[in-house]
């Protein structure tokens, strides 16, 4: 094929390198202008963009991820437990996500890391050999390992939850102690005072948050924090009801249990029932997330939500999309709130 010189048609298969060329700049200036980053000036992006029109060039997946680092492999990272279970509501925050980041031509992989000595180890693998660009985490913890790593790294990565160094990252989060607010005062108009709590474990940041929801909304109630009405399991039906069940048998006079998931309220629930309670008469019980399955359970359960699982994936593949191209921390870093949904329980 015939070329012209200058800032004629090329081949329509022109490389970085040649339109870099021909511009007189750096391939690594070329390619974040392409990409919009912060750090180039408008009037070189809109120099860059027009040229790459007129030579009729199309930029190659692989080298731009050689170029400018910014690679299209995006893990959204799972911990797994031995009891973990898929959870429908992270079917539709990963459904959410994907659909996000398709938008921007990106691809997102689930990646599940079973929670031991190993994990942060196999994270360090995926970041070091480049299998792993961006990172989505859930389920922080109060001292992360995952965060420090991906921040040691300068790997983009946004997280569903904060940690102890939420100031260094870009994260979306929960209302916890509004959540709580809405419980406890849900419990009093219902009559309840006698109130228990049945929480994730406190390594996990959602759990230390709403602890202290729970305990700064008994405070606000004239009602007494007691430990003994107080306790952290796995999340699971199983560990929900072992828990509930042992709270009822210590406490006679417990008259409400607010739970930090709705599988551990599920479970919650049929201890009472056990106990020759009647959940949403007897005791109340309240669980967290809006799962469908609570919809379902005798009697429906009342819930925590703040807002659809797959928008709030969809919120989390804009961040870190946007969190790969520059954007600065402190438009990254959102709190939701909650809402209260009333049901029978």
């Known amino acids: 094929m015939h070329r012209q ?12 390198k040649q339109l870099s060329k021909q511009l007189g700049l750096s391939p690594s200036t070329v390619s974040r202008a392409m990409n919009d980053y912060p750090d180039i000036s408008e009037s070189t992006k809109l120099r860059v963009k027009e040229a790459a029109i007129s030579m009729g060039y199309q930029a190659n997946a692989s080298a731009r991820s050689l170029v400018t680092g910014m690679g299209k492999n995006i893990g959204l990272i799972l911990p797994m437990s031995s009891k973990h279970r898929s959870s429908r509501f992270f079917d539709h925050l990963l459904s959410g996500a994907t659909e996000s980041l398709l938008e921007q031509n990106y691809l997102l ?9 190993q994990e942060v180890k196999r994270l360090r693998y995926l ?10 985490l859930i389920r922080t913890r109060v001292n992360d390992e ?22 260094e990252f870009a994260w979306l989060d929960m209302d916890n102690h509004k959540a ?22 406190g390594r996990l940041y959602f759990a230390k948050l709403r602890q202290q929801g729970f305990i700064k909304a008994l405070s606000a109630n004239q009602l007494q924090y007691t430990e003994s009405r107080y306790t952290e399991i796995e999340i699971s ?5 072992l828990a509930a069940n042992k ?13 930090a998931n709705d599988t551990m309220a599920i479970g919650a629930i049929k201890a009472c029932k056990d106990n020759n309670l009647v959940p ?41 999309y946007r969190r790969m191209t520059g954007e600065n921390l402190k438009n990254l870093q959102k709190l939701m709130p909650p809402e209260l949904i009333v049901r029978d329980s």
């Open 5 to 16: 010189r200058g800032l004629g048609l090329l081949s329509a298969a022109m490389s970085l």
């Open 237 to 241: 039906e199983d560990d929900g009801y």
């Open 146 to 167: 995952r965060v420090e790593l991906l921040l040691q790294r300068n790997i983009p990565f946004v997280c569903y939850g904060r940690t102890e160094r939420s100031d």
């Open 127 to 136: 970041v070091d050999s480049r299998v792993l660009d961006a990172a989505i």
């Open 180 to 201: 709580m607010q809405l419980c406890v005062s849900h419990m009093i108009e219902a009559g309840h005072r006698n109130l228990a709590m049945i929480n994730a474990s």
């Open 109 to 117: 992989s689930a990646i599940a890391l079973p929670r031991d000595e």
């Open 247 to 259: 709270l009822l048998k210590q406490n006679k006079h417990i008259d409400g249990i607010i739970c």
């Open 280 to 320: 949403g008469k007897d005791i109340s019980v309240i669980g967290y997330n809006n799962s469908s399955t609570g919809r379902f359970v005798e009697p429906a359960l009342t819930t925590v939500q703040h807002s659809d699982p797959i928008l709030i994936g969809r919120l989390l593949g804009d961040m870190v």
